[in-house]
T-cell receptor, first 114, second 114 residues
Framework: NAGVTQTPKFQVLKTGQSMTLQCAQD?????MYWYRQDPGMGLRLIYY???????DKGEVPNGYNVSRLNKREFSLRLESAAPSQTSVYFC?????????????FGDGTRLSIL | AQSVSQHNHHVILSEAASLELGCNYS??????LFWYVQYPGQHLQLLLK??????LVKGIKGFEAEFIKSKFSFNLRKPSVQWSDTAEYFC????????????FGKGTRLSVIA
């Protein structure tokens, strides 16, 4: 059981390049999330999808777009990468959005923008 | 809006010392509370959660946390830490009802020395 799978694990981009981070879960969860983790800042929510067909902005959505492709997959796109987007990105999923259902996290994507 | 404060940024303890990490949240309604752990180079894993009932909850690896509603606190404790507990610890909260994602604190880095 793979849980939450993120690809790629590492990526280096030049400023202005575009990139899509992929996330897939095999737990039949309804809700999926994208976070970024920066030193001293904890995890900040970028976008989430409470259920297939819906997406909502989180705390730091600027410069990002998302697509909930189907129930399993939730991708994050950087249209024009900026150095401020250098971060570790985590995808997570939960059975339901909100409530007491814990989130399950992927291993992260370490992204560097030069 | 919900917020979570973790006052200890970095805690250094010797093996066998007792641990208490502080977590306070700001929210007017009923909440669910979580503690996650992130070992070096790994993804976040759930340690324990509280959503109702006994305010003292026990989690994995000997950790426990106590919900004190009057203090808006959910502090994490362990009687005797081990070197393997070296990690970053995150407190998180969401609304008990409704479809809201988790809000994370900025994390506390724990270093356990032999």
């Amino acid at each position: 059981n793979a849980g939450v799978t993120q690809t790629p694990k590492f990526q280096v981009l030049k400023t202005g390049q575009s990139m899509t981070l992929q996330c897939a879960q095999d737990m039949n969860h309804n809700s999926m999330y994208w976070y970024r983790q920066d030193p001293g800042m904890g995890l900040r929510l970028i976008y989430y999808s409470a259920s297939e067909g819906t997406t909502d902005k989180g705390e730091v959505p600027n410069g990002y777009n998302v697509s909930r492709l189907n129930k399993r997959e939730f991708s994050l796109r950087l249209e024009s990468a900026a150095p401020s987007q250098t971060s570790v990105y985590f995808c997570a999923s939960s059975e339901l959005g909100g409530g007491n259902q814990p989130q399950h996290f992927g291993d992260g994507t370490r992204l560097s923008i030069l | 809006a919900q917020s979570v404060s973790q006052h200890n940024h970095h805690v250094i303890l010797s093996e066998a010392a007792s641990l208490e990490l502080g977590c306070n949240y700001s929210y007017g309604g009923t909440v669910n509370l979580f503690w996650y752990v992130q070992y070096p180079g790994q993804h976040l894993q759930l340690l324990l959660k509280y959503f109702s009932g006994d305010p003292l909850v026990k989690g994995i690896k000997g950790f426990e946390a106590e919900f004190i509603k009057s203090k808006f606190s959910f502090n994490l404790r362990k009687p005797s830490v081990q070197w393997s507990d070296t990690a970053e610890y995150f407190c998180a909260v969401n609304s008990y009802s409704g479809n809201t994602p988790l809000v994370f604190g900025k994390g506390t880095r724990l270093s356990v020395i032999a």
